[in-house]
Structure formats: structure tokens, C-alpha cells
């Protein structure tokens, strides 16, 4: 067998992607945007995204459904914990995928199915078109 996949290569499966909390790590965004998909990255502070990323300044906690309602999966890279409910909620609402990776180890608040991938655990707590994830 293998080895586990990156994240980057496990999220280009979708087309329409928004990374939530972008931060100043847009690394995997340029990465998705390279390969040809429609990536847009949030944050609660103005960011300089790459060529090809467009930039959102958007709360997950309190967000514009307009920015999340097109997108095939939402995803977050080191999302907090206080942040996987929301996380979930936009991407419900927009009947997107949500995945996302923690920091360090942090666990999920969420139900998730654990994917393993290079960097360690790729979280996800829904597909699109699930009502939910098992466990819920």
C-alpha cells in the first residue's frame, strides 16, 4: 500500500472549495487553484491570498451565507475546536462537504469519519448531500 495522501490531494476531488481561516498559510488554496479548482479563502482579517484564490473577509461564526452557498466542500487546516460547530453549520447550509485538520492534539467536536493523510488526520464530518455523519 501507499503512502497516505496530502490534504491538498484529498480535498481536489471537489470543485468549489472555501478554506475557512485562511490565516497566513495559503499554501493549500494555491495549491487547489493550480490544479484548476474554484477556491475562495475566508478570514476575520484581510489576508493577501495567492493569484487565483479569491479573499472573503467572513466570521464562520456569524457568516455570509452567500460566500459558502455555491461551494462543493468547506474546509479548515488547524481549525480550533470552539470552531468545528460552525464550521459545520455553513457547510450543512450550503449542502457542502466539511473537512478539516486540527492542531496538535486537539480533538473533534463534531462526529467525523477520520481519514489519515500524510500530515496526520484529515477530519470529516459531512459529505455532500448527508443529512449527517454516522454517529449523530
Known amino acids: 500500500m501507499g503512502n497516505p495522501p496530502a490534504v491538498v490531494d484529498a480535498l481536489a476531488g471537489y470543485e468549489r472549495l472555501v478554506e475557512v481561516g485562511v490565516g497566513q498559510r495559503p499554501d493549500v488554496a494555491a495549491e487547489l487553484a493550480a490544479r484548476g479548482r474554484d477556491v475562495t479563502a475566508t478570514d476575520v482579517h484581510e489576508r493577501e491570498v495567492p493569484e487565483g484564490v479569491a479573499f472573503v473577509r467572513d466570521d464562520v461564526t456569524d457568516p455570509d451565507s452567500a460566500v459558502y452557498a455555491d461551494a462543493d466542500a468547506v474546509y479548515a487546516l488547524n ?8 464550521l459545520v453549520a455553513v457547510a450543512e447550509a450550503a449542502d457542502a462537504a466539511c473537512l478539516f485538520t486540527t492542531l496538535g492534539g486537539d480533538q473533534p467536536t463534531v462526529p467525523v469519519e477520520r481519514r489519515t493523510v500524510a500530515s496526520g ?16
Open 79 to 86: 481549525c480550533p475546536p470552539e470552531l468545528h460547530s460552525a
Open 121 to 136: 488526520t484529515l477530519y470529516v464530518a459531512r459529505e455532500r448531500g448527508d443529512a449527517a455523519r454516522p454517529g449523530t
